[in-house]
């Protein structure tokens, strides 16, 4: 009975110290994700679709707070209805991952915003925060399109992200008061509970909670120590509660990257007009894929709404908080 005891306690012993391992590692790489490369391929597929929306694009350059530099795309639709939307791209992607939606609403009149995040693509910055540094530069963002746009009061800009650029379009209109509406695909509710999801294997977030919960432990200290954040205030939960910004937030039931518990509770906590999309057979950021006509449907009648209630002040920048 001893000796059982005896190797079960080692057995544990020997698990804690492997996943204390795989969560110094985890770490390194939440805030250090794959780049993908802005490739020929990429920009020829880009503008192929501004061919047949019959837009033009123009590289778009904005120095974001403390620095780096932002590279992207200004894209104009051939039949302008006055207002932008900022696109905001998954980790490890680049703005070519927006094309499909850049399309959709040039098509319907939108100019739109196509950048690469800090870390990603073609842009600088020594790291990705998942919004906690983001939310900054797309204030950056704004104010460098209102300057070389001269766009007037009257104008709306909307945002709409996936994932990733879900969380960061989120928390971005938690701080920037000239985002008038938000459509988010995908997002995770704050960075510690997407962690549970990730360290318990996509399969359960229980699973990352208990056995496996060392390694998200782990690895979120370690990338709250190089980040200088706290994981739960990494959070479109607590933006979505702060400013009562419209949302359209839209998931797959099938998404086991970041499943739909986290849209439902950015929902819940949602102060603004608010709808929900949950897509039936579909995984992680496939709604338009699934259903692209009942997509398009809803996300343009989603902005046709938020274009008829009160206008933002586009020119008048917020005071920074």
């Keep these: 009975m001893r000796t059982a005891l005896r190797i079960a306690g080692i057995l544990v012993l020997v698990q804690l110290a492997g996943e204390t391992l795989a969560g110094e590692g985890i770490g390194s790489g939440i805030l250090h994700p794959a780049r993908r490369a802005l490739t020929p391929e990429l920009v020829a597929q880009a503008d192929q679709a501004f061919t047949r929306a019959g837009a033009m694009r123009e590289d778009f350059i904005v120095t974001a707070p403390g620095g780096a530099r932002l590279r992207g795309w200004k894209v104009r639709a051939a039949h302008p209805n006055g207002d932008w939307v900022l696109l905001f791209h998954g980790v490890s992607d680049n703005r070519a991952g927006m094309i499909g939606q850049a399309e959709m609403l ?41 300057a070389t746009e001269g766009l007037p009061a009257s104008t709306n800009i909307f945002a709409s992200g996936e994932s990733m650029g879900a969380a960061v379009a989120l928390q971005s209109a938690g701080v920037e008061l000239r985002i008038a509406a938000v459509v988010a ?17 996509r399969m359960s977030p229980m699973l990352g909670k208990t056995l496996l919960r060392p390694v998200a432990m782990v690895g979120l200290r370690n990338a709250e120590r190089e980040g200088g954040f706290r994981a739960e205030d990494v959070s479109p939960e607590l933006a979505v509660a702060a400013r ?33 999309w949950l897509v039936p057979g579909a995984g992680h950021t496939q709604a338009q894929g699934r259903a692209p006509e009942e997509f398009e449907r809803r ?6 709404r938020a274009r008829a209630r009160e206008a933002p002040h586009a020119g008048n920048p917020p005071a920074s908080p």
């Design 244 to 276: 009562a910004f419209p949302v359209l937030l839209i998931c797959g039931l099938d998404d086991h990257n970041i499943p739909p518990r986290h849209t439902r509770a950015i929902y819940a906590a949602a102060k603004g007009p608010k709808e929900m």
């Design 185 to 201: 695909e995908s997002a995770f509710r704050n960075l510690r509970e997407v962690s549970y999801d990730y360290a318990g294997l």
């Design 299 to 304: 996300v343009t009648s989603f902005f046709a």
């Design 106 to 146: 040039l098509r319907h009149g939108y100019c739109v915003v196509m950048m690469d995040a800090r870390g990603s693509g073609e842009s600088e910055g020594p790291m990705v925060t998942y919004g906690w540094l983001e939310r900054n530069d797309t204030r950056a963002i704004v104010d460098a399109l209102v």
